[in-house]
């Protein structure tokens, strides 16, 4: 028998007996999937005649209708959901045509006493409405009464269509936002959705909210620039010397003014007049609003106490201050003044970020300084002092009062977060010892 020479195909040599195999092992495999198929149509045959049989059944007849009707009702609330948000848009944007100006306050700090600024300079000449949200979230209303906002849950960006809604039934001319976002993506929702502002402010740019807004200055300032309007006036403190701003500014079509702060120092001051001077107000009808405004709650303000002995001692409250670099600014005119500085220091559990920050870039500035630590955050606070700045003396109290035995001439700063402890002592402090200013 003579055996055939092996076919050559491309790279792969096979005789004609692989040949007869491979092609058996298709074709079995062709077969396979045929039967596979026939199976599955089979399958899907037997299922739907169950399905159909169940459904002749009562109860499965009730199960089906139930499930047909609640498709409907998601389809119908579905609907009216986004019926209802096309109206709110329009009466907002009814809303926001009827102002002269809208101005939206953002920065690290100071934004509601720039609220409270452009709020006396402007109702020199406009019918002013004004929200803030700072130590007490308040609204000036176009009378210039002042009333607590009232809130059935925590805070939500939403409240603002309810404010803005108010400032046109009072008939205002120019509306005062303050910022109260702190995520960048909810910043922009905020400033592209539900206010956009004609004017905007970023009173400045520091070290604060590092977990939602980014671990640097140029991160923070990325985050506060959503509030940039288009086709209007932003307007930075001088300190604001990042590129992020007259680049949004050059994207959206909008003017900037870079401000600087007035002869005192005062850089709220500075991008208050700036906005108020663009809204056709004298430099004398700025001043003369400076001259009526209403601080803040209890905002830096020095308190007499005194000791168990009944020695007097000051308290300085910079609370609200938040980022060591505000707080440091505050400070550093009354070190001279005392020869001591102690500290009481409002730790928050919801705020790690914040006590990280103080122990690394504030209290290395004072070594061997007291700090009493209070607060529901106590236990990381005080590992964190300890590993950054080991020089303090740190001492857990359980209540403020326990702070409260300074020898005369020491001054007694509280610094941290207004909220929880901090507001409970300075409530205490305002009824029953007055300021000394």
Not at 5 to 23: H, K, Q, S
Request: net charge positive.
């Amino acid at each position: 028998m003579i055996r055939r020479p092996p076919r050559r195909t491309g790279y792969i040599t096979i005789n004609a007996g692989e040949c007869r195999v491979l092609f058996a092992i298709s074709r079995a495999r062709r077969e396979c999937r045929e039967l596979a198929h026939f199976f599955d149509e089979a399958s899907r045959q037997e299922a739907g005649e169950r399905r159909g049989a169940a459904l002749r059944t009562p109860l499965w007849r009730v199960v089906y209708f139930m499930r047909e009707v609640i498709r409907v009702y998601e389809i119908a609330a579905f609907a009216i959901l986004c019926g209802v948000l096309a109206l709110e848009k329009k009466s907002n944007d009814r809303a926001l045509a009827s102002f002269r100006a809208v101005i939206h306050v953002n920065g690290s700090r100071g934004k509601t006493s720039a609220c409270r600024l452009l709020d006396a300079a402007l109702r020199q000449r406009y019918r002013v409405f004004t929200k803030t949200t700072g130590t007490d979230a308040r609204t000036i209303n176009v009378a210039g009464l002042e009333e607590p906002v009232r809130r059935r849950g925590p805070a939500n960006i939403l409240e603002q269509l309810r404010v803005i809604r108010r400032a046109r039934r009072e008939g205002a001319e120019i509306l005062i936002l303050e910022c109260m976002a702190v995520k960048p993506e909810l910043q922009l929702v905020c400033q592209r959705m539900i206010v956009r502002s004609t004017h905007s402010v970023v009173t400045n740019v520091r070290l604060d909210h590092v977990l939602e807004m980014g671990g640097t200055e140029a991160d923070i300032a990325e985050a506060l620039a959503a509030v940039t309007p288009r086709n209007g006036l932003l307007v930075t403190g001088e300190e604001n010397d990042c590129a992020v701003f007259p680049a949004r500014c050059a994207q959206l079509g909008s003017r900037h003014i870079r401000c600087a702060p007035d002869p005192a120092g005062r850089e709220n001051h500075g991008v208050a007049r700036a906005v108020a001077r663009s809204l056709d107000l004298t430099d004398d009808e700025i001043e003369a609003g400076f001259a009526r405004v209403r601080r803040d709650f209890a905002a830096h303000r020095m308190y007499g106490m005194r000791n168990a002995a009944g020695q007097p001692f000051l308290f300085y409250n910079l609370f609200s201050a938040n980022d060591p670099e505000s707080t440091r600014r505050l400070l550093a005119p009354h070190r001279g003044d005392h020869p001591s500085i102690a500290f009481l220091y409002n730790s928050r559990e919801d705020r790690p970020d914040r006590s990280l920050l103080f122990a690394r870039q504030f209290f290395t500035g004072f070594p061997g300084a007291t700090v009493f630590l209070c607060g529901d955050g106590i236990p990381l606070a005080r590992r964190l002092f300890r590993r950054y700045a080991p020089s303090l003396r740190v001492l857990p109290v359980r209540s403020w009062r326990e702070a409260a035995g300074q020898t005369p001439g020491t001054l007694l700063a509280g610094v941290g977060n207004i909220k929880g402890v901090g507001y409970a002592m300075i409530e205490a402090l305002e009824t029953e010892e007055p300021a000394d200013a």
